[in-house]
T-cell receptor
């Protein structure tokens, strides 16, 4: 089973709202990732958690706040977003192997900021 | 830094063979991945190369030449459902477990 689940599938929010995106995997993977993808562009890495600790933050604005409550769950808290933050937000996980550490992606949350 | 180049678009005929190229310049190399992404969906893993040569998986094969900084994805017996974006992604040495994606090649399969 290589399933990563994400909720919600779609989210519309105003610039003053606070919302959260959720991601879950039950593959025993020890690394989890958040990516942002705009239309016709490749995924852009935002954050990486390794063994539940934040290991990479790609200079993401503080209005995006990640959280890893346990090894299976990853959240992305959103606050005071801008319309340009509208995008597909993808979660991924990987086992953290030395070699072919394949990342498996969830279906994404399509976010629209009004 | 890392730079990854792929053609933006390709068109091929159902039943044919198509080769999608990817060239990269990286500060260290620790593997190259190919993903398929249908419009509005998540990327799905296709193949991984870390040593030179060809990896075959059914209708899909991927080739790597580390000395040339070059890879290709070969799709045989094309089907309409193969119409998608194909993303080349490189894992560098150091920098955590970071994948850098190319811009993707949009493949259109026609009758």
């Amino acid at each position: 089973d290589t399933e990563v689940t994400q909720t919600p599938k779609h989210l519309v929010m105003g610039m003053t709202n606070k919302k959260s995106l959720k991601c879950e995997q039950h593959m025993g993977h020890r690394a989890m990732y958040w990516y942002k993808q705009k239309a016709k562009k490749p995924p852009e890495l935002m954050f990486v958690y390794s063994y539940e600790k934040l290991s990479i933050n790609e200079s993401v604005p503080s209005r995006f706040s990640p959280e890893c409550p346990n090894s299976s769950l990853l959240n992305l808290h959103l606050h005071a977003l801008q319309p340009e933050d509208s995008a597909l937000y993808l979660c991924a996980s990987s086992p953290l192997l030395a070699g072919a550490d394949t990342q498996y992606f969830g279906p994404g949350t399509r976010l629209t900021v009004l | 830094g890392q730079n990854i180049d792929q053609p933006t678009e390709m068109t091929a005929t159902e039943g044919a063979i198509v080769q999608i190229n990817c060239t990269y310049q990286t500060s260290g190399f620790n593997g190259l991945f190919w993903y398929q992404q249908h419009a509005g969906e998540a990327p799905t893993f296709l193949s991984y190369n870390v040593l030179d040569g060809l990896e075959e998986k059914g209708r899909f094969s991927s080739f790597l030449s580390r000395s040339k900084g070059y890879s290709y994805l070969l799709l045989k017996e094309l089907q309409m459902k193969d119409s998608a974006s194909y993303l080349c992604a490189v894992k560098g040495r150091g920098g955590g477990n970071k994948l850098t994606f190319g811009t993707g090649t949009q493949l259109k399969v026609e009758l």
